[in-house]
């Protein structure tokens, strides 16, 4: 158990470009979940995938983002024409299927600071 | 719809003093609840959770957390204070029905515990 990974930790872009993240869940979990933190509050949900279906996406996910997770590893979201907005801490977080530990791993984050 | 109130945004205690730091949700489902603490620039880790059984639960580094249905409570306790427990601390409440659910975390906004010598 390697722990959820997130790449890149940080990232400093300008507003307009595109930017692509990357989650490592931990092996074995066929739940994979994003979350986006800005600063002083709390996660909110983003989208969250079984195996490779992204089964529920939240309001806050714009025509801007898109998710994926091919063959239900690793999972991708990316940002087009990046906003000031969109500058937060971007969480992703793994879960056993149905039952298990019942509790979500979270990795590291990924910082987006858009300028 | 669930939602979670954090109850004081930042707490400050003595070393060595008690720590209470207060959580109420909402929930029109059997919730699951859970305490999550984050250091600076780091993800969330983990302090405990409740599921089902046992109202009282215990986790990592000496706290618990009592789970109150009729007062829809889950408060977040530690007898004595360490400065290591300087950080932030989210409540978060998922529902616990199996079948169906994605189990997704909503969170409170969080409560700056700071710890002083």
């Known amino acids: 158990d390697t722990g959820v990974s997130q790449d890149p930790r940080h990232k400093i872009t300008k507003r307009g470009q595109n930017v692509t993240f990357r989650c490592d869940p931990i092996s074995e979990h066929n739940r994979l979940y994003w979350y986006r933190q800005t600063l002083g509050q709390g996660p909110e949900f983003l989208t969250y995938f079984q195996n490779e279906a992204q089964l529920e996406k939240s309001r806050l996910l714009s025509d801007r983002f898109s998710a994926e997770r091919p063959k239900g590893s690793f999972s991708t979201l990316e940002i087009q024409r990046t906003e000031q907005g969109d500058s937060a801490m971007y969480l992703c977080a793994s879960r056993e299927a149905t039952g298990g530990r019942n509790e979500q791993f979270f990795g590291p984050g990924t910082r987006l600071t858009v300028l | ?117």
């Not at chain 2, 983990?46 to 829809?72: D, M, P, Q, R």
Request: charged fraction near 15%.
């Open chain 2, 1 to 117: 719809a669930q939602s979670v109130t954090q109850l004081g945004s930042h707490v400050s205690v003595s070393e060595g003093a008690l720590v209470l730091l207060r959580c109420n949700y909402s929930s029109s489902v059997p919730p699951y609840l859970f305490w999550y603490v984050q250091y600076p620039n780091q993800g969330l880790q983990l302090l405990l959770k409740y599921t089902t059984g046992a109202t009282l639960v215990k986790g990592i580094n000496g706290f618990e957390a009592e789970f109150k249905k009729s007062e829809t409570s889950f408060h977040l306790t530690k007898p004595s204070a360490h400065m290591s427990d300087a950080a932030e601390y989210f409540c978060a409440v998922s529902d616990g029905i199996w079948g169906g659910s994605n189990y997704k975390l909503t969170f409170g906004k969080g409560t700056l515990l700071t710890v002083n010598p």
